[in-house]
Nanobody
Framework: VQLQASGGGLVQPGGSLRLTCSAS????????MGWFRQAPGKEREFVAA????????YYSNSVKGRFTISRDNANNRGYLQMNSLRPEDTAVYYC???????????????????WGQGTLVTVSS
């Protein structure tokens, strides 16, 4: 299984970006997917996730109401739409996938089996 994250870049505060996670080697409908991020000097943290077989979405409190996670099973892709970006959103963003992830483990770094390489998002004026 390979995950490829893309769409990062430099954006001004208040701006928007959409990250894309392209997956190969595993049917999209058979796994949960999500996003984590890691800011310089900080630990990796949960951002958003969707479990397989459901349209329910989950977000960290810091991004709730500003970010939206979605997926396109037909094309094996996941997305993270990020609006109203803030300087504190600056980080490397990683897409993740797992075939067995359960609700209580969504926020745990070690619970996700597959990780993409990360894409850098910089929010600065």
């Amino acid at each position: 299984v390979q995950l490829q994250a893309s769409g990062g870049g430099l954006v001004q505060p208040g701006g928007s970006l959409r990250l894309t996670c392209s997956a190969s080697g595993l049917p999209s409908s058979s796994y949960g997917m999500g996003w984590f991020r890691q800011a310089p000097g900080k630990e990796r943290e949960f951002v958003a996730a969707m479990r397989k077989g459901t349209s329910s979405t989950y977000y960290s409190n810091s991004v709730k109401g500003r970010f939206t996670i979605s997926r396109d099973n037909a094309n094996n892709r996941g997305y993270l739409q990020m609006n109203s970006l803030r300087p504190e959103d600056t980080a490397v963003y990683y897409c993740v996938a797992d075939g067995q992830i359960i609700l209580s483990d969504l926020g745990r770094v070690n619970a996700w089996e597959y990780w993409g390489q990360g894409t850098l998002v910089t929010v600065s004026s």
